[in-house]
């Protein structure tokens, strides 16, 4: 994401079925960029991977003046984007994606899945790929971006989100910029998590982490719930109080 690294929800669990579109076009800036590609067949993506990918392919749409680079460790499932102006070249965007994948992991190894919006992976599975690719770009249509904080009058906090939300809380303080986002169905919710000090990454953390609760939610709206480990009103404070 820009100035900032993409990396969410370690609990999710269900394997989507995605589904065919066409790729933008890319440029592989150095033989060092093909170096850091990755290799293998990745069986089935998680959720949080596709809720990620989803706002990757998101930004690339909303900031064509940027490049961007997605990276994946196949061995601990960790991945993280970054978006950067496309004047610094794309392996700015890759080292900053793959320095913010292995912060808090030195022995990750986190290599380059897609450049620009161009799935680069090697070996991967291709009826596999276009599935993936093809739900990302589907988004893309009618999706529905607008923030809604949190209100006690049309969504009643649930025991599982409750216990979600101190979930996101224990980890939260890793990251420069988190956001958790309840549904109106009192089970669902979302969360993001991402690396970056600039009003870019924040933003897109808010995105990814309202994509990932709607994707558990089906048909209930989300709701901002919380921001940098704070709840966003007084609303949400008192939710947290109630038995």
Known sequence: MCDGVGLGLYHMKNILRLCSVSLLPIFIASCQTTSNVGDGDIYFFRDNFVASYNSYIAAIDDYPHHSFAFVYDKKSGAFGWQGRPSQNGINYAIDTAIKGCQKNDKDRNCQIFDLNGRVVWKGLNEERKQELVSY?????????????????????VGVAQKKKYKSYLSRQGNFDHTAFFVSANGNSAGEAYSYGTSTTSYTLTIRN?????????????CYLFAANGKPVNSAASEALEKK
Do not use: P
């Not at 589907?138 to 009643?156: A, I, P, Q, Y």
């Open 136 to 156: 990302a770009h589907r988004g893309l249509k009618g999706r529905e971006n607008k923030v809604v904080k949190f209100s006690s009058e049309v969504v009643t």
């Open 209 to 221: 982490a309202l994509k990932s609760c709607q994707l558990q939610s089906e048909t209930s709206k």
